[in-house]
């Protein structure tokens, strides 16, 4: 007998690939509507060390907080772009 804490593991970690698989399948039928992740070639240089400390703070904190700084966060990926 499998243990309750694997059964639940392996339905959480197949629900994950479904879920990923159609936002890919979706992703490809779709592109104009895919948010572009900025992105450097390898080589070329790094973002600046705030812009990942930045990056990483807000996807991390409790989502009440995170949707408060979205303003914040879409100020900073139009200056990334160059806008």
Not at 23 to 50: C, D, N, S, T, Y
Request: glycine residues 10%; proline residues 7%.
């Amino acid at each position: 007998m499998i243990p309750v804490a694997d059964n639940i593991h392996d339905a959480s970690r197949q629900r994950m690939i479904e879920e990923t698989s159609r936002f890919i399948e979706w992703g490809l039928r779709h592109p104009e509507l895919v948010v572009r992740i900025p992105a450097k070639p390898e080589g070329e240089g790094g973002w600046p060390e705030g812009v990942g400390r930045f990056f990483w703070t807000t996807v991390l904190r409790p989502r009440d907080i995170r949707q408060a700084g979205t303003r914040i966060f879409r100020r900073l990926a139009s200056r990334l772009r160059g806008n």
